[in-house]
C-alpha cells in the first residue's frame, strides 16, 4: 500500500524521490517476502518461532496484501521500465488464479491489478516546467476526466533532477519539446503518438 500511495504522490508532484523510495520499497518487499512459486508471504522468512509462512489473498473491507503488491509492481514495472517486477506480478495472478476462478467476487482487486497489466496501460510522457501555464494545462486534462489505466510522467527540462528522472524513467529518454512549448507523448508499450502541445489536442488522442 504505501509503494502504490509513492507512486500516487510522484503522480502527484512529480518529485523523483518519491519513486525512488517506490523501487527500493519493492525491491526490499520482493527479497523478503516473494514465495518463489508465487505470491508474497505476510511473514519473513528469517523471523523466529515462525511454523508456517502464510499468504493474505482474499480481498475483503481492505485489499490483501498479494493484491496491494501484484498492483505496485505492475505500476512501478511500466513507469521504470523494469520486467522483473511485471513477473513477480504476473506470478502472483498465476499462484491465486485458481482461487479467482472458483470465487472472483473475493478477488475484485487483484483483478484490477491484472487488468492493469493485461490491457497495457497508457503511458503519458509530459516534457514542460510544471509551474508553467501551459503545462499546468496538459495535466488538467489528464485530470479532467477518468482516463482508465494510464501512468504519467514529467520531464522538467530547467530542474538539476532532469538527467535522473531520465535515467530512472525510460519514457522520458529523448523526449524534447516541440518547438520551444510544453508538450505531451501518449504512448501504448512504449510506442508514441505524435507528439502534442496543446489541451485540445491531448484531448483528442485520450479519447481515441
Not at 520482493?30 to 502464510?54: K, N, S
Not at 503518438?193 to 485520450?206: G, I, N, S
Request: glycine share 6%; proline share 6%; net charge negative.
Amino acid at each position: 500500500a504505501v509503494i502504490n500511495g509513492l507512486v500516487d504522490l510522484y503522480q502527484a508532484t512529480f518529485e523523483i524521490r518519491w519513486l525512488k523510495l517506490a523501487d527500493k520499497l519493492a525491491a526490499r518487499m520482493i527479497a523478503e517476502f516473494a514465495d518463489p512459486d508465487g505470491g508474497f508471504y505476510l511473514t519473513r522468512a528469517d523471523q523466529p518461532d515462525l511454523l508456517i509462512r502464510q499468504k493474505d489473498s482474499y480481498d475483503g473491507a481492505t485489499p490483501s496484501g498479494n493484491s496491494m503488491a501484484a498492483h505496485a509492481l505492475v505500476r512501478l514495472g511500466v513507469l521504470l521500465g523494469n520486467s522483473d517486477y511485471s513477473g513477480y506480478a504476473e506470478k502472483v495472478f498465476l499462484a491465486l488464479a485458481p482461487d479467482v476462478e472458483k470465487m472472483p467476487s473475493m478477488y475484485m482487486n487483484l483483478m484490477n491489478a491484472y487488468h492493469f497489466l493485461r490491457f497495457r496501460p497508457r503511458e503519458i510522457a509530459i516534457v514542460g516546467d510544471p509551474i508553467s501555464p501551459d503545462t499546468e494545462k496538459l495535466l488538467s486534462t489528464l485530470n479532467s476526466d477518468f482516463i482508465p489505466n494510464y501512468l504519467v510522467c514529467l520531464l522538467n527540462p530547467n530542474s538539476l533532477a532532469a538527467d535522473e528522472a531520465m535515467e530512472l524513467i525510460p519514457l522520458l529518454r529523448d523526449r524534447n519539446q516541440l518547438g520551444g512549448k510544453p508538450t505531451a507523448f501518449v504512448c501504448e508499450n512504449y510506442a508514441c503518438k505524435l507528439p502534442v502541445t496543446t489541451a485540445d489536442e491531448l484531448a483528442a488522442q485520450l479519447s481515441e
